[in-house]
């Protein structure tokens, strides 16, 4: 699937909303948390250069060495107008794997509150 972007890896946040993380993994479908659940998407299974060339386009030079050095990573990076992302990029078993915690850029502010006594 060469040339595998940012803005096709993370398109399902968008038509869902709600969706916490995105589990990108090499041989598999990209999957989505809603509501406590994972479920696939309907995307394309990633290969291992799908992972890798995402995650490498986050990483400075110097995440990426220690990456390849202890395969894993903790990093944290903005998509502006979308979201900010946690994440963690590991090697298990030789397959590359990616798992991303969105935070959002505005809080969501509840409306209509009903209160009632306790």
């Known amino acids: 699937m060469g040339g595998l972007t940012w803005n096709w890896a993370i398109s399902g946040v ?24 994972v479920a696939p998407t309907d995307c394309p299974v990633l290969s ?5 060339q995402l995650a490498y386009s986050i990483m400075t030079p110097q995440q990426i060495a220690r990456f390849e050095q202890r395969h894993e990573l903790d990093l944290a990076f903005t998509r502006e107008g979308l979201a900010r992302f946690r994440a963690n990029c590991y090697l298990q078993k030789g397959s590359m794997g990616m798992v991303l915690r969105l935070i959002p850029l505005t809080c969501r502010i509840w409306t209509n509150w009903e209160c009632r006594p306790c």
Do not use: Q, T
């Not at 968008?14 to 659940?37: C, M, Q, T, Y």
């Not at 291992?48 to 890798?52: A, K, S």
């Open 14 to 37: 968008g038509s869902a909303p709600r969706a916490s993380d995105i589990f990108l993994k090499e041989g598999v479908p990209p999957s989505l948390r809603l509501h406590g659940r």
């Open 48 to 52: 291992g250069d799908d992972v890798r």
